[in-house]
């Protein structure tokens, strides 16, 4: 009889989720939910048939040079795969899969509360209330910047990039996009958004810009030193997507010195740690990664990672195979 494969999680998942994956397959969790770090993960490639990593996981060539010849599908809990070295896996005949469409409605809520939290100052009104400082209304308090007329540069128009657009746009913000291609007309209709083939011409013109782009090889960086040079002084930056997307620390120095009026940040470059210039300046909300995270999101990943795991045990190829990043 063939020995059951081995499901290794690494990261405690709701409840619901481990659940299931503990009625369907072999699975070994994390309850404690302390990541694995760099020799727990290359014991977890040794053992496993199937790995369940998070973005916390570092899949380098190196861990993936570790995993023994069972490993035969790493299903990322998780739409981002660039913690994982796709290439190396391709090498070794191991399958890569993510959880895509169903993170999209609430990572788009979360742009649009920075874009709204930035403008209106929300966290730092919230903060002078809390401070005991507030010493009552005044026609000068807090003033922020309107949102309504305001252009909003959408860099990624993917599906969390679609969803943000549709919002922003009941906001009275209009929409302008760059993007390694043109949406469908009738989505840039629907959406009345307006293409910008040179990301640098969008960037001198916009208001408020957000990146809802993949990090891929392409996109390290993307707004380097010399692109964050062309945006207006009064642009407001918001990042959902990956730290790595922005050159962080020339950003911190810009805001700093309000080269760039503000900044919402889900991400960093070096998560948990954050440039310490940005946490001194009132003018960023700075959240710790958490676009997707809503209870929702978080089950119907799980589902997914069930789903394509259950598929490709079965011996079919799992529906959400990721072959590369694409932008
Ligand atoms: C997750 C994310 O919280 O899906 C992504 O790419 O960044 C978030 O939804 C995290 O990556 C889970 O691994």
Known sequence: ERKKPLIVVTRKLPDVIETRM???FTTRLNP???PLGRDGLIQAVQAADVLVPTVTDRIDQAVINAAGPQLKLIANFGNGVDHIDLKAAKEKGIVVTNTPGVLTED???MCMALILAVARRITEGE????SGRWTGWSPTLMLGSRLSGKRLGIIGMGRIGQALARRAKGFGLSIHYHNRKQVHP???AELEATYWDSLDQML???DIISINCPRTPATYHLLNARRLQLLKPSAVIVNTSRGEVIDEATMARMLQRKEIAGAGLDVFEQEPAVDPK????DNVVLLPHMGSATLESRID???KVIVNVKTFVDGHTPPDRVIEMMF
Request: charged share 40%; hydrophobic share 50%; net charge negative.
């Open 301 to 303: 990943m799980g589902e």
């Open 186 to 188: 009738e989505i840039e």
């Open 204 to 206: 001198a013109r916009m």
């Open 32 to 34: 404690d939910d302390v």
């Open 22 to 24: 503990m009625e369907l």
């Open 278 to 281: 940005l946490l001194k300046l």
């Open 107 to 109: 990572t788009a809520d």
């Open 127 to 130: 903060r002078l209330v809390r």
